[in-house]
């Protein structure tokens, strides 16, 4: 069993899991004012961790719902499900989020959408796929014309740097902007042209590490505001197409301290 397939198969499986359990949640908790966590969220995430270390017993794990071992000769990092609002309430955009680091570099990484079946995965140098048809971003040239999207940190209402301004600016710049409420999937919708841009704050790692990847190995770019080297433990998260990218740095280093 190789990585990318063992990465393939816990996120199906966990993502069989999630859409089985759609509307019939026993448990929601709040792990702050507005950010839920429920029963689901921390099954998925055992059965993929269980599945994982089946194959890869010396590997870390990074996950957002429980603590493990952080040292070891690699690291999946995991986010069982993104889009745990959604899920609660029905809303069916949501997915399975598995990356692997290995030397401080994201180098596989699957995202799966269970509600569309929408499998997407990309290996550093190999090229990103959604289920078995290579992607690539979009051709947009003109910001103006772009279809953009992003999102707003769980603590945004306490935050004076909380992306309302560059929510507002790009809303008047572009085609239209969209806050879907998963930001793996959004991002992966950067990587197969269906968005042009993506943009947020204080995104978490488990949340960009896969995608991240699939969106460079689309031929797109991702950086942070001032256009600096992708980092998945940065609180600033820039994904486009490229060739609107400067565009959206202007608005954004216009706009962030």
């Known amino acids: 069993m190789n990585e990318l397939n063992a990465a393939q198969e816990a996120a199906l499986k966990a993502g069989i899991f999630i859409k ?3 509307g019939k949640l026993k448990q929601i908790r709040y792990k702050g004012a507005i950010n839920i966590v429920t029963d689901v969220d921390e099954g998925a995430e055992d ?9 890869f017993p010396g590997y870390a794990v990074l996950a957002e719902e429980k603590e493990y071992e ?9 986010d069982p499900l993104d889009g745990t609002t ?6 069916p955009f949501f997915g399975v989020s598995i990356a692997l680091e290995r030397n401080n570099e994201i180098v596989m990484g699957v995202v799966y959408d269970p509600v569309h079946d929408e499998l997407f995965k990309a290996q550093k ?3 990103a796929f959604l289920n078995k048809k290579r992607i690539s971003v979009s051709k947009t040239k003109n910001l103006s014309k772009a279809f953009l999207a992003t999102g707003f940190a769980y603590d945004f209402k306490d935050k004076e740097e909380n992306n309302i301004n560059n929510f507002s600016k790009f809303l008047m710049a572009s085609l239209a902007v969209r806050r879907a409420g998963a930001a793996s999937l959004d991002l992966c919708y950067v990587a197969c ?6 943009w ?3 995104l978490k790692p488990w949340d960009k590490a896969a995608a991240g990847l699939i969106i460079s190995e689309a031929a797109g770019k991702v950086t942070d505001f001032k256009g600096g080297q992708f980092n998945i433990y940065s609180s600033q998260t820039l994904a486009s197409n490229g060739l ?4 959206m740095l202007n608005i954004l280093c216009r706009n962030t301290k």
């Not at 959604?86 to 809303?91: D, E, S, V």
């Not at 609107?244 to 565009?247: L, P, V």
Request: glycine content about 14%; aromatic content about 14%.
């Open 47 to 55: 059965l993929i961790v269980r599945h994982l270390r089946k194959y």
């Open 244 to 247: 609107i990218h400067r565009n």
């Open 193 to 198: 042209g269906r968005f042009d841009g993506f």
């Open 125 to 127: 140098g190999m090229g």
């Open 20 to 22: 089985s359990r759609l």
């Open 86 to 91: 959604n899920f609660a309430r029905g809303f």
């Open 200 to 202: 947020e704050l204080d």
């Open 70 to 78: 952080k040292q070891g000769e690699a690291k999946w990092v995991i």
